[in-house]
């Protein structure tokens, strides 16, 4: 149990649709990151919240967007949803900034099948 | 560039066996951490391990150890008497001053009866 809770826990999208994904983040943590995980592949950063800002981006296009709320909980946001999306999503908090080294938790993920 | 690389993409084992995985990584940083993690079939990540860039002590929790050698830039980790529930795979990871974690591809193990 980490704390780290996210919704829904799988859902079937049709090409061209838009998702939103949900992350409960453990209780003071500030730092929220999302990842992108394909099948057989390691997880791949989308992008990381700190204090509500977006302090980091991976390589995937503006069609990815995301939110952190005042109680540092999160939403991902996919547009213009392709066959390729389709991945586990992953959320992942922490306190702290990178130079805190705390340990980071991960929620149960997201099933995207896109069809 | 920042990079993780598991060489050893499944790994088959008889219970009871001892096994290592492998896990070398690339970084220009100087201040960075290393994680291990585990995700069984359900997708979710269990963290294992953290290690700080500046810490070279080598770890046992368990019937699980580490050894970090920054000389060879490895951090491998091995799973002593293995057990049918280690079945999982398992994920070296880099965090880096950008913020982000650089996984591996990750090493299946699969633990036989």
């Known amino acids: 149990e980490t704390g780290v809770t996210q919704s829904p826990t799988h859902l079937i999208k049709t090409r061209g649709q838009q998702v939103t994904l949900r992350c409960s983040s453990q209780?003071?943590?500030?730092?929220v990151s999302w990842y992108q995980q394909a099948l057989g592949q390691g997880p791949q950063f989308i992008f990381q919240?700190?204090?509500?800002?977006?302090?980091g981006r991976g390589n995937f296009p503006p069609r990815f967007s995301g939110l952190q709320f005042p109680n540092y909980s999160s939403e991902l946001n996919v547009n213009a949803l392709e066959l390729d999306d389709s991945a586990l999503y992953l959320c992942?908090?922490?306190?702290?900034?990178?130079?805190?080294?705390?340990?980071?938790?991960f929620g149960e993920g997201s099933w995207l099948t896109v069809v | 560039a920042q990079k993780v690389t598991q060489a050893q993409t499944e790994i088959s084992v008889v219970e009871k066996e001892d096994v290592t995985l492998d896990c070398v990584y690339e970084t220009r940083d100087t201040t960075y951490y290393l994680f291990w993690y585990k995700q069984p079939p359900s997708g979710e990540l269990v963290f294992l391990i953290r290690?700080?860039?500046?810490?070279?002590q080598n770890e046992i929790s368990g019937r699980y150890s580490w050894n970090f050698q920054k000389s060879t830039s490895s951090f491998n980790f091995t799973i002593t008497a293995s057990q049918v529930v280690d079945s999982a795979v398992y994920f070296c990871v880099l965090y880096n001053q950008g913020g982000k974690l650089i996984f591996g591809q990750g090493t299946e193990l699969s633990v036989k009866p």
């Open positions: 209780s003071g943590h500030n730092t």
């Open positions: 290690r700080n860039s500046f810490d070279e």
């Open positions: 992942a908090s922490k306190d702290g900034g990178f130079s805190s080294g705390n340990t980071i938790y």
């Open positions: 919240y700190y204090r509500e800002e977006e302090n």
